[in-house]
């Protein structure tokens, strides 16, 4: 059987409308192309080499017509994918492995990161990678083509014509969704590409996984891989639960850590002397979402030992490593944020027998936000909000005004877009063709955000409860 060159799943990212993703010019250079067409120019390559990574870019898919690269993007939440596909994990001739928690843009190599390589031994018949290849790449190949035969590449309209006979609860017509079809209809929305999963002709290494592994193959994988015969799982979440419910000692530096019942476990058995835990996590994620702040307050007051790296803030550095060594011994090592979205699939639809949070706990979190926040709003002249966990607490918090109108969620959501890409992955490489429209629309937006937080302040500036001592 003929194998392509090069396999590729790649998420293709919603946030990137109008600014970088484009179709390509053939002299133009994106983000990972150097490396996919240096792989596919070697000519040591005897089978086929796999990839499954984020932040590679739906350009690349214009690069496969001429170097016989397959690609396929990963589903979307809204066709069964998981909401984030996150995995960065490449596969040379079924022997060779590198997986880690680096993205492949152009700006990654200046964060402090980490991945594994992994390679089969002379002589054997098989090693680990067998076992990547079979849990991780092979089913998520089968997914992601099934997906494209099975389900539409967008949901909600595309068009005035389907605007008026959707039944669908949302009825607009969201640009970003026509770009991302536009983006991708000449290769998926065919006849050969809705048809190749029921064909069989997946072109998919057949590999042979070792029976309980030295190293283990973990992963956080949606329930809808069932329509391809294969199986979601928690694995990394039930692994890393064992570990710190367990182990004496911990050294972990992680992006994110927000997990809350992770969270709570460390401080529990750091509090019963039984856990040595050190944390260190990136800074700029606790500056950009403030609700990831939580855990890193509560693991400081508890005691537990945990600092911010110190990042080398003249190459916007992240700390984007997720891995940890347990006990001197054991070390994991992932693309896995430690967080509920990394770590969890919520596999029995309905509330966690594994997640103790009580609504006393969850109130007490409420009334400690609630808190923090307060001083800002006696600075800003406003009334404080106050929680009780009652009826009376949730009809003031349904009075506050809001702060920003629904209308500009759109219009912000480019400039989000914009940002988290531009840190994440792209560093200094900008088009200004691409910044334009949003260059362009900028005052007329802000003057939309002014009004609304005038109003904001204006509507809340009547007491609606005196907050409690």
């Known amino acids: 059987m003929h194998h392509h060159t090069v396999q590729l799943i790649c998420e293709v990212r919603p946030v990137e409308k109008g600014i970088f993703a484009h179709r390509i010019d053939a002299d133009e250079k994106i983000p990972g192309q150097d490396i996919l067409l240096t792989i596919v120019k070697r000519d040591d390559i005897r089978e086929v080499i796999v990839l499954e990574i984020a932040h590679i870019h739906i350009q690349n898919i214009v690069v496969r017509t001429e170097n016989d690269i397959d690609v396929v993007p990963y589903p979307r939440a809204s066709q069964g994918g998981v909401a984030l596909q996150h995995i960065k994990l490449l596969i040379a001739d079924g022997e060779k492995a590198i997986l880690g928690g680096m993205n492949w843009g152009s700006h990654s190599t200046m964060n402090h990161d980490g991945s594994i390589a992994i390679e089969k031994l002379p002589g054997e018949e098989n090693s680990v990678v067998d076992n990547l290849l079979a849990q991780h790449f092979n089913p998520d ?3 992601s083509w099934e997906r494209i035969g099975s389900t539409r590449l967008m949901a909600g309209p595309l068009n005035e014509a389907e605007q008026a006979n959707y039944s669908g609860i949302n009825k607009e017509i969201k640009q970003e969704n026509v770009e991302y079809y536009n983006l991708l209809k000449d290769y998926f929305d065919t006849p050969e590409a809705k048809g190749r999963y029921a064909s069989g002709n997946l072109d998919m290494i057949t590999p042979n996984p070792i029976e309980n592994p030295e190293i283990k193959v973990l992963g956080t994988k949606t329930k809808d891989l069932e329509s391809v015969g294969e199986k979601g799982k928690e694995a990394t979440r039930e692994y890393l639960m064992d570990k710190i419910k367990t182990a004496h000692k911990m050294r972990a530096e992680l992006f994110v850590l927000t997990d809350k019942e992770l ?16 944390f260190v996590i990136d800074p700029n994620i606790i500056k950009e979402f403030p609700y990831c702040e939580n855990a890193y307050d509560e693991l400081k007051e508890a005691g537990v030992p945990i600092r911010l790296y110190k990042a080398n803030n003249a190459i916007n550095q992240r700390m984007h490593a997720k891995w940890a060594v347990f006990d001197d011994r054991d070390i994991m090592i992932g693309s896995t944020n430690w967080s ?3 770590l969890n699939q919520n596999m029995g639809k309905g509330q966690r027998a594994d997640y103790d949070l009580s609504t ?6 409420i009334q400690h936000s609630l808190k923090k926040a307060g001083y800002k709003e006696d600075k800003l002249q406003i009334s404080r909000l106050d929680w009780q966990g009652d009826e009376a607490s949730y009809e003031n918090l349904k009075a506050r005004k809001a702060v920003l109108q629904k209308e500009l969620a759109e219009p912000l959501k480019d400039y989000l877009g914009f940002r988290h ?18 260059f362009s629309g900028m005052s007329d937006v802000w003057q939309k955000v002014k009004a609304d937080l005038e109003k904001f302040l204006l509507g809340n500036s009547a007491a609606l409860v005196e907050p409690s001592v």
Request: charged share 35%; proline share 2%; net charge positive.
């Open 141 to 143: 190949w089968k997914l």
């Open 360 to 365: 006393e706990k969850i109130d007490t979190r």
């Open 421 to 438: 890409v531009f840190r994440h992955s792209y560093g200094y490489e900008l088009d200004w063709e691409r910044l334009n429209p949003l």
């Open 340 to 342: 509920a979205q990394g």
């Open 263 to 278: 969270v709570e476990n460390v401080i529990k058995r750091h509090n019963e002397g039984k856990l040595d835990a050190k």
